[in-house]
């Protein structure tokens, strides 16, 4: 294998660097080594001209439904449809069966990872034990084994003093917690966002609050602690409440960050109105104030991470009535065109902000060596076409699930290669 590759005339864009500009990229070895004028001859070069080169594109939310599910989605299909979506590394929710509670299971994730050879695959581990939210996990051995964070993704820690014990311990180890914002009390059985349309349908609704009030208590958790022996990271945000809370905790400098999907910026309630089961998600589609909320909060700069929450489910599964149906969408393969309609079309953010949401901020939370293309880093690159225009069809998806609302949606912006480790790992037919 030859160890040089050179890009040319591309508009390089790393935010973590500060650079916006045409140039190239000299990869040798595996590693960044040269970003700007190169006058090397090389015999694989890349033209860029018209593109752009990023660092490769970072989803910290994602289910690969492995182990328990294979029939879903796998670590070597979810891998796969991720270097196809310009994504490099990616992080897996410990949501699986069994669920991802021990140093086995977390080197269990990373073997097969290395086996399916497409992008670096990170995984969470569970905070407590089977998700239950009453004993936690084995966060430590977890953590000594590569886990970059914990959550019971999927579940909320409902008890306030096992949450206030995760995050004590998780500073320990300089790891963050991450939570799925939901107070069971409040959201009961519900399956849709509580109010008008919930009612006209006779859907159970899960109220804005269920979120809210969780994502409050744990932000008063945040403050009893010192600020450098904890990282709190509040899951797929949906509603206006939850913005004015992280506003409010950034304002006071607390270690609290965020993250937004696709869907929680494109889609409203309102998409439930024929029972299609595609729309069922959870945190659920929530109305168009809450939407307009989210797409400011990312103006004002308060959102930290852009992510997929890719969440695969059966077609059998997802032809179920709407109240029996599992939650979730899959996106991981349309993400970046779905996130220039959402934020650069509308002016929201231009490249280089979107591309610091996908890339560098990202990796920050989770505390790895990525999404940049500073001298002697691993040359992971997304090469993307900002003016190709495509129709979302699910029936390419390298997924092995469909379960997309977005099917025969136009958008803009497609990855053309993906390089991990300087070895060209996708390439657009």
Known sequence: MDTELL???????????????????????????????????????????????????????????????????????????????????????????????????????????????????????????????????????????????????????????????????????????????????????????????????????????????MLWRDIQLVKKLPPEKVRYHAQHISTLGSVELIRAAKKDSLPVTCEVTPHHLLLTEECCSEYDTNYKVNPPLRNSKDVESLKQAIADGLVDALVTDHAPHLQSEKELEFLAAPFGIVSLECALGLFVKALVEPGILDWPGLIRLMTAKPAKIIGIDKGTLGIGRQADIAIIDPEKQYTIDVNTFISKSKNCPYNGWEVQGKVEKTIVQGEIRFQAK
């Open 7 to 213: 890009i040319k005339n591309g508009r390089v864009i790393d935010p973590a660097n500060d650079i916006d500009k045409i140039c190239d990229v000299f990869i040798a070895d595996g590693k960044i080594a040269q970003v700007g004028k190169v006058e090397k001859n090389v015999q694989n070069v890349i033209d860029a001209q018209g593109k752009l080169v990023t660092p490769g594109l970072i989803d910290i939310h994602v289910h690969f439904r492995e182990p328990g599910d294979e029939e879903e989605e796998t670590i070597a299909s979810g891998s796969a449809a991720a270097v196809a979506a310009g994504y490099t590394s990616v992080v897996c929710m410990p949501n699986t069966k069994p669920v991802i509670e021990t140093e086995t299971d977390v080197e269990y994730i990373h073997r097969k990872a290395r086996q399916a050879r497409k992008t670096h695959v990170y995984t969470m581990g569970a905070i407590t034990k089977g998700l239950a939210g009453v004993e936690l996990a084995e966060m430590g051995f977890m953590s000594q084994a590569g886990a970059v964070g914990f959550t019971d993704d999927g579940h909320g820690v409902q008890d306030p003093s096992v949450m206030l014990r995760a995050l004590k311990y998780a500073g320990m180890f300089d790891v963050f917690i991450a939570q799925h914002c939901q107070d069971d009390r409040i959201a009961g059985n519900g399956v849709m966002n509580s109010g008008y349309y919930s009612t006209i349908l006779g859907l159970p609704g899960i109220d804005p609050l269920a979120e809210e009030a």
